[in-house]
């Protein structure tokens, strides 16, 4: 019987190359989205397929809305895509992005593994969404399809479903 290797631990490293801790809820000291430290609720872990993608460039045109939007509920936004650091330091002042943009490069989609949202066929990670408290326990997910981009309404209802209590 094969056993089956333990995940290989994220190393993620935002745009402007600081290394992040997995689960990306605490940033780096200094990093843009340290003033949210120690106060986060939770924090939805955006995956991205590539950062030049046409549809990852209409969802990366809401991502700070969706910030602002969460801030609010003590959420927090992370973007993370297959691209290396310097890209998504492109990306983000191409489109005047503040949210952090974190590279899943190497290894290889070690965060996209993790959470189960990696397409190993294409090698990149699957267009979903994950909300996860600051303790890594997933609470909500948004799957979107590989050729249409989510919206922000999808990650505002996902985050207040997450908040209601079970009826039962």
């Known amino acids: ?58 969802e990366l045109r809401w991502i700070d809305q969706l910030a602002q939007l969460c801030f609010p509920e003590r959420i927090g936004v992370r973007v993370i895509a297959p691209d290396a650091a310097p890209v998504l330091r492109a990306v983000a002042d191409e489109h005047q992005i503040t949210t952090p943009l974190l590279s899943d490069f190497w290894p290889h989609g070690a965060a996209a593994q993790r959470l189960g949202c990696f397409d190993s066929e294409t090698g990149r990670p699957c267009r979903t969404s994950v909300l996860i408290t600051t303790d890594g326990v997933e609470m909500a997910r948004v799957v979107g399809e590989p050729s249409r981009p989510r919206t922000v309404e999808q990650h505002v209802d996902a985050m207040v479903s997450a908040k209601r209590p079970d009826v039962g």
Not at 41 to 53: D, E, H, I, M, S
């Open 1 to 58: 019987m094969t056993e089956v290797p333990a995940p290989t631990e994220p190393r993620l490293r935002d745009q402007f190359g600081q290394p992040w801790a997995w689960p990306p809820v605490v940033a780096p000291e200094g990093a843009a989205a340290e003033a949210e430290a120690g106060s986060l609720n939770g924090v939805w872990l955006v995956f991205l397929p590539g950062a030049f993608t046409p549809v990852c460039t209409v």
